[in-house]
């Protein structure tokens, strides 16, 4: 009985070493099924005439099974499982005839229109004799984390900056050239296109690639904050500093430091910061121990430094130290020949982010996203597809899913230029009205006040397809 009264019933337990091997064997036996039904990875256990002899519970969901019935009457595993490994010989008869069990053996097969990569262990069965009567493959899905592993890997190879424009092409061909060699960059262009990705290609494709990548936005800090986070600080060299405090140039040693937003930095830190590029040292902030480093700098910017440096605002001999290699970075609305293929690559990304099966954008969307100026370049295209991604409950974008200000563009002003600006606005009218009632004839003619012959006879003289 404890304190509080309750009464307490004990069960007896054997003490483990006492216990009959027989009979804990005898009841792994029994439970056999239950054992493997609870664990996370699928089984399956095949006979030596590829018959399956079981499917536990995870091998079922991951290949797509719900019923044991179907797997065991008589199927061959090939039939039910039927991965790229049988291509090239069965991974059981591999193991039989090597004697070496594999281990995370990766796979791939197709399911339910799903591509999964699985990785592999295969065991042997034998028989009390050794005689090998079956074989068991044992795997688990692998595809989220292949996944990450590829986007990883590939997120900042040259191959990943889409474009078919002869400008991108122009930056694509001089990042070729800059990647392998140790001269510092300027990336120049306006917000929103892509100059951390720019950046980020350049350090992976580079000879400090295994090195650290450092980037510090420098419009995001104050005149004392950015110089203590570039140098770092020696305890008690300001209020708050308590202790000792590497700055991003040591953290960056022997790899690649990328400086966001250069134009920002006050005549002060730009002092210090062209020190570093032409000696390649410097001291913490409130310290003298000199600390040298081996650091590669790329920087960006949206402004124009060189006008910046005619009034005055920017030190001329730190402009041309950072623009030994300028890559200038066009904005979306000189390139908007690329816009189609940005557009798909966002809808494969969100997709994948999101669990959605989005395959289609119509063209009444994509036109008014071939007319958008966007301001706020690539971004402001990726926000844009995401927003239409999260009103989206079909498989197609519509202009109704895109963000109200983007379709609310004044209609006139698209058509006024048109050989025939009336038909061009009605067509307009008649694809806005199509798209809000979600292709819904009966509704679309009601909606224009006239007749579904008439909506119909219209929609063929103006071209529009139906659906």
Not at 429 to 435: G, H, P, R, S
Request: glycine share 8%.
């Amino acid at each position: 009985m404890k304190d509080d009264g309750r009464e307490v019933t004990s069960v007896p337990v054997k003490p483990y070493g006492n216990q009959d091997t027989g009979s804990v064997h005898d009841y792994l036996d029994i439970n056999s099924d239950t054992i493997l039904n609870s664990i996370a990875d699928g089984v399956i256990v095949i006979g030596l005439d590829h018959s399956v002899l079981f499917v536990n519970r995870a091998a079922r969901e991951i290949l797509g099974r719900v019923g044991a019935e179907e797997l065991l009457s008589n199927a061959k595993c090939g039939e039910i499982f039927g991965h790229s490994g049988c291509t090239f010989g069965c991974l059981i008869n591999s193991t039989i005839k090597t004697g070496e069990h594999l281990y995370n053996y990766e796979v791939s097969l197709e399911r339910n229109g799903r591509s999964l990569t699985l990785s592999i262990n295969t065991a042997l069965m034998k028989d009390k004799n050794g005689n090998v009567i079956g074989g068991i493959e044992i795997f688990r899905d692998v595809s989220l984390i292949k996944e990450l592993k590829d986007e990883l890997k590939g997120r900042y190879t040259f191959e990943k900056i889409i474009g078919k424009n002869y400008r991108v092409h122009e930056v694509f061909e001089l990042l070729r050239e800059v990647a392998p060699t140790k001269a510092t960059v300027l990336i120049e262009g306006e917000t929103g296109t892509g100059k951390e990705l720019i950046a980020n290609a350049i350090h992976h494709n580079s000879p400090r690639s295994g090195g650290p990548f450092v980037k510090v936005n420098c419009a995001a800090l104050s005149e004392g904050l950015l110089e203590s986070e570039l140098f770092g600080h020696v305890k008690g060299a300001f209020t708050g500093a308590v202790s000792d405090k590497a700055g991003r140039f040591e953290l960056a040693d022997r790899g690649t430091l990328f400086l966001d937003e250069v134009g920002d930095i006050t005549p002060h830190t730009q002092v210090k910061l062209l020190r570093v590029l032409q000696e390649g040292e410097f001291e913490r902030v409130g310290g003298s121990k000199t600390i040298k480093v081996n650091v590669r700098v790329i920087t960006a910017t949206n402004k124009d430094l060189k006008a910046a440096v005619e009034k005055g605002e920017f030190r001329e001999d730190l402009f041309y130290r950072l623009k030994v290699v300028p890559i200038t970075l066009p904005a979306l609305r000189d390139r908007k020949d690329d816009i189609p293929l940005l557009v798909k690559h966002f809808i494969e990304k969100f997709n994948r982010e999101m669990s959605m099966g989005i395959t289609n954008l119509s063209p009444a969307a994509m036109e008014l996203l071939m007319e958008y100026d966007y301001p706020g370049n690539i971004r402001e295209l990726e926000h844009i597809i995401e927003h239409a991604f999260v009103r989206c409950q079909g498989k197609t974008l519509n202009p109704v899913h895109l963000p109200k200000d983007l379709r609310n563009r004044d209609l006139v002003g698209r058509v006024i230029n048109e050989a025939e600006p009336l038909k061009a606005l009605e067509k307009e009218i008649i694809i806005k009205a199509l798209d809000e009632t979600g292709w819904k004839y009966n509704d679309c003619a009601r909606r224009l006040k006239m007749s579904r012959t008439t909506l119909w006879r219209r929609m063929k003289e103006f071209g529009i397809e139906k659906r």
